[in-house]
């Protein structure tokens, strides 16, 4: 398993980017039509297939949305066996009344927070590697 596991090394180095623009997450049943390089991500649950895309996006495509996200991605190459790190940047984005949709990907994990909040959870997750 490739990345970092040592939950110090990657509070450390986490460096956290802000992806610009503004994120929605919408579902669908018909995800056949839709293109999906025009997507971030997809997830197939029992309802139905929960999309995040960007929100101009979902608009052309009339998906409904009630969340405006900011997308902001951990650059550490975290393993997907880390123990610690969810827990250690959510609790601190929580103390802080932000709530946080995170996504673990391969490489890197993306947290998801209201678009009022960005400044605010920049300035926490960079309190870490201090």
Same mark, same amino acid.
């Given at each position: 398993?490739?990345?970092?596991?040592?939950?110090?090394?990657?509070?450390?180095?986490?460096?956290?980017?802000?992806?610009?623009?503004?994120?929605?997450?919408?579902?669908?049943?018909?995800?056949?039509?839709?293109?999906l390089?025009?997507?971030?991500?997809? #997830?197939?649950?029992?309802? $139905?297939?929960?999309? *995040?895309?960007?929100?101009? /996006? &979902?608009?052309?495509?009339?998906?409904?949305?009630?969340?405006?996200?900011?997308?902001?991605t951990?650059?550490?190459?975290?393993?997907?066996?880390?123990?610690?790190?969810?827990?250690? #940047?959510?609790?601190?984005? $929580?103390k802080?009344? *932000?709530?946080?949709?995170? /996504? &673990?990907a391969?490489?890197?994990?993306?947290?998801?927070?209201?678009?009022?909040?960005?400044?605010?959870?920049?300035?926490?997750?960079?309190?870490?590697?201090?």
């Amino acid at each position: 398993m490739s990345g970092e596991k040592n939950l110090e090394m990657l509070l450390k180095s986490m460096k956290p980017k802000h992806n610009l623009g503004e994120f929605v997450f919408c579902k669908t049943e018909r995800l056949e039509l839709i293109n999906l390089s025009q997507i971030v991500m997809t #997830f197939k649950e029992e309802e $139905s297939t929960t999309i *995040i895309a960007k929100k101009e /996006v &979902a608009d052309q495509l009339g998906l409904e949305y009630s969340f405006i996200a900011s997308w902001i991605t951990l650059t550490v190459h975290s393993s997907l066996e880390a123990v610690g790190l969810t827990a250690a #940047f959510s609790n601190a984005l $929580s103390k802080n009344g *932000i709530s946080c949709n995170v /996504v &673990a990907a391969y490489y890197h994990d993306h947290i998801f927070v209201d678009v009022k909040d960005t400044e605010k959870a920049m300035k926490i997750l960079n309190e870490f590697s201090k």
